[in-house]
């Protein structure tokens, strides 16, 4: 396991998680982390990227007003806080990096990242 992901668990609607991703015997590398999700039987979504170099921010959609990323240079961690949890946001939670393009198109796809995490379980109960 390259990425260590943790910080999921069992939160009501409405409620905050903060997922955190720091990787393991090296450094991040690439362009910059991404956080994607996958929910039982659905195919894994992009949430959330950050580069590592300027702290450019991207988010999907869904979560965008809900969802923050950010990095921390001092302890090479990258987090998401997640706020006004819904449950459509339940899923096992992935960070990734090794991601070589800053175009949009390219952070937001799963098969840019070279790099991935064992993945957190975030569940949103009504």
């Known amino acids: 396991v390259q990425l260590q992901a943790s910080g999921g668990g069992l939160v009501q609607a409405g409620g905050s998680l903060r997922l955190s991703c720091a990787p393991s015997?090296?450094?991040?590398?690439?362009?910059?982390v991404g956080w994607f999700r996958q929910a039982p039987g659905k195919e894994r979504q992009f949430v959330a990227a950050?580069?590592?170099?300027?702290?450019?921010?991207y988010y999907a959609d869904p979560v965008k007003g809900r969802f923050t990323i950010s990095r921390d240079p001092a302890t090479s961690t990258v987090y998401l806080q997640m706020n006004a949890m819904e449950p459509e946001d339940t899923a096992v939670y992935y960070c990734?990096?090794?991601?070589?393009?800053?175009?949009?198109?390219?952070?937001?796809?799963?098969?840019?990242?070279?790099?991935w995490g064992q993945g957190t379980l975030v569940t949103v109960s009504s």
């Open positions: 990734a990096d090794d991601i070589k393009y800053s175009d949009t198109y390219y952070v937001t796809r799963a098969r840019s990242y070279g790099a």
């Open positions: 950050i580069a590592w170099r300027d702290a450019r921010k």
């Open positions: 015997g090296r450094t991040f590398s690439g362009y910059g």
